[in-house]
């Protein structure tokens, strides 16, 4: 699967990378090797999500490097921190990382969060991405149409399933609902199906387990004027990869 990353960084020509990666770890949470197996591949600033506290040991790397997020708007004294700044080729790049409030944990309010962190943000660089990983697509458009103009882009997460929804904002924002997954292409949004049709059938919460299939990338490419922090143009990437085990070989 890094192999594959890393050759579709070069065939993208991406200058900063940002991937969610909550489920990086058998499809929930992310470990520290998982972590640096991601930074290695070329990516910049890892966000994430409700799932981040799965692997607990992932906290000490949370604590200390600035490349990897959870959202911010948990409550005050959660471990890590919902945004950075990172300079690379001379620009600085912030990336928030907030979450959604609606079928989820009741957490502080994105909007207000999210505006205090612009107040901070918005002085050090115009370059301003934010991942909001919610599940709503509702609360995503509205946080989007609400920070239009004040960020380059809003690219929500949390589903795994890519919409078709891409577009730049009046503002000058580019949004789109979600991002979709990067993972295996068949079962039930990555999980294996008859697992995930037993859960769903019977109500019981049988442990979930990731599907054996033939893998799938899926992002955004983004375009972002440096001087203005506006967005010129977002472009959905979906990319079909062959099956896990021998995606894993390339690595
Ligand atoms: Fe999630």
């Not at 197996?37 to 604590?63: A, C, M, Y």
Request: some cysteine; aromatic content about 4%.
């Amino acid at each position: 699967m890094f192999g594959s990353l890393q050759s579709l960084l070069k065939e993208t020509r991406a200058d900063f990378v940002i991937a969610n990666g909550e489920n990086a770890s058998d499809g929930l949470g992310i470990t520290p090797e998982a972590a640096e197996g991601l930074f290695k591949s070329g990516i910049d600033v890892i966000t994430s999500g409700n799932h981040i506290w799965q692997r607990r040991e992932i906290i000490p790397l949370l604590e200390r490097d600035k490349r990897i997020l959870r959202p911010e708007n948990y409550p005050s004294g959660v471990p890590g921190s919902g945004s950075t700044l990172i300079v690379k080729k001379e620009i600085p790049v912030a990336v928030i990382n907030l979450q959604g409030r609606v079928n989820m944990y009741s957490i502080r309010c994105p909007f207000k969060v999210g505006e205090t962190l612009l107040r901070q943000l918005g002085k050090k660089t115009r370059v301003i991405i934010v991942d909001f990983h919610a599940e709503l697509p509702e609360e995503k458009e509205a946080l989007a149409l609400h920070l239009d103009g004040k960020i380059s882009a809003l690219v929500g997460t949390h589903t795994h399933v890519q919409t078709a929804d891409e577009k730049i904002l009046p503002g000058g924002t580019a949004y789109i609902t979600d991002t979709g997954m990067t993972g295996p292409a068949a079962g039930v949004i990555g999980m294996k199906r008859d697992i995930s049709i037993k859960r769903t059938l019977m109500q019981i919460p049988y442990k979930m387990e990731v599907e054996n299939s033939a893998s799938v990338v899926m992002g955004v490419l983004l375009s972002i004027d440096v001087a203005s922090g506006k967005a010129l143009s977002i472009e959905r990437v979906r990319r079909d990869l062959p099956d896990l085990d021998s995606a894993d070989k390339e690595s």
